[in-house]
């Protein structure tokens, strides 16, 4: 008989090693679910200014980007007044509920535990909590990747993917007999999403303050001068396009045919570009081509055509082949340095696309785009800060995805 069928999980606490199976029940047995409720109009809520201004008139209004596992935001974006929102009581929430996204987003799962009263999007179904102490569990046991697979077979094969309310109420849930191993359970993960949180804040503050930075060391539209300089500098920035310093160039096209699962050489297309590689080809082909086509030199910005319009990754010098026209790079002189141009890229407005639905970048707006360049010695200096604020974000980037892929790991061995 496997450990599933056991009911017990991979990974326990060791005193728990040989105590009993965990009991099975439908999410209907722990809580009772609602969702939206009829004759409530949604164009009642509002959008203040502030916050602080309607916080004794009004009720946070929580919709499914409004929270993520142990996370509630109550600084949305819209408040319902109160007279209004204490006529729906089944939405209204002041005890323990279980969020969960039942159309966009399917599957995402909050715990909503505040004192504070909130109004709950039509979007959401909520689970009233029979016993309070269960929904720790519930919502660590449908985050992970078994109860998102439940979510994914549910959903409707339609153009606007949802689940309902009776889908909800079917969702099996497997939880601890023991009150004890229920706490550990909640403790542990609590503890790890904490440090998660800590980690994330910490990232989000180098963030803004390199946004920060960005803001100030690059001219303002109409501006020929930065805010903020490195003394010794004062002339203006000239004004040039991309095309004037240089072409956009790409890979030799790669057939299908030429690629396969694994190989020699990594071949990046859009979907991959900045990750990892699902497809390689021939060392010889590589050589071949690198030989005869344009190939990037190391420290070239390559820069995303499609899809995440605009991304950008520096060629580090590997042996690495990319998907011609939805991978490119600006192959230029010596009148621009690669470490400005990448962080110019950071805040580069395309030319042609502002408040355009193309969601292609055509050579011809990388080429016309607009650029103010100070000197090159200018521009090694700003390179160089940036490169040295990057590499102490990237130390806060890297520990946050390892403790979000241990939390992955964990949930998927602590529950069934």
Not at 20 to 31: N, P, R, T, Y
Not at 100 to 128: E, M, Q, W
């Amino acid at each position: 008989m496997s450990e599933n069928e056991k009911k017990v999980p991979k990974r326990r606490f060791k005193e728990f090693e040989n105590a009993e199976e965990w009991e099975q029940f439908k999410l209907e047995d722990l809580c009772s679910i609602v969702t939206k409720q009829t004759g409530f109009d949604y164009s009642a809520t509002i959008k203040p200014s502030l916050q602080a201004e309607v916080s004794d008139t009004t009720y946070p209004f929580i919709q499914n980007k409004d929270f993520s596992g142990m996370n509630i935001n109550l600084d949305t974006d819209f408040f319902i007044p109160k007279d209004i929102a204490e006529k729906f009581p089944k939405i209204l929430l002041d005890k323990p509920a279980i969020l969960i996204s039942i159309s966009g987003k399917i599957g995402n799962v909050g715990f909503y535990r505040l004192d504070n009263k909130a109004f709950i999007g039509g979007a959401v179904g909520i689970c009233k909590l029979l016993d309070a102490s269960d929904g720790v569990l519930i919502v660590y046991e449908l985050s992970s990747d078994i109860g998102q697979l439940h979510f994914s077979s549910l959903t409707k094969a339609s153009s606007h993917a949802n689940i309902t309310v009776e889908d909800i109420r079917k969702l099996p849930i497997k939880i601890p007999k023991s009150v004890k191993e229920k706490e550990l359970i909640g403790m542990f993960f609590s503890s790890l999403d904490n440090l998660i949180t800590l980690h994330q804040r910490k990232l989000e503050k180098m963030k803004v303050l390199k946004k920060a930075y960005l803001t100030d060391m690059f001219p303002v539209e109409g501006e020929h001068k930065p805010k903020l300089r490195f003394a010794g500098f004062t002339d203006d920035w000239e004004q040039y396009k991309l095309g004037d310093l240089g072409e956009v160039v790409m890979n030799r096209r790669i057939f299908k045919e030429q690629t396969s699962d694994e190989g020699d050489v990594p071949f990046y297309k859009i979907g991959t570009f900045g990750s990892e590689p699902d497809a390689f080809i021939s060392r010889k082909l590589f050589e071949e081509y690198k030989l005869k086509y344009p190939y990037p030199e190391k420290g070239d910005i390559l820069i995303s055509a499609s899809g995440s319009i605009g991304r950008t990754v520096e060629y580090m010098g590997k042996d690495e082949y990319f998907q011609d026209s939805n991978i490119v790079w600006l192959k230029h002189d010596n009148r621009i340095i690669n470490s400005f141009l990448k962080q110019f890229y950071s805040i580069v407005k395309w030319s042609g696309l502002e408040g355009s639905t193309i969601k292609r970048l055509y050579n011809k707006n990388i080429l016309d785009t607009p650029i103010l360049l100070p000197k090159p010695e200018e521009q090694k200096k700003i390179g160089q800060f940036f490169i040295e604020l990057d590499n102490l974000i990237t130390p806060h980037q890297r520990k946050l995805e390892k403790l979000q892929n241990i939390k992955k790991a964990y949930l998927n061995e602590m529950f069934i």
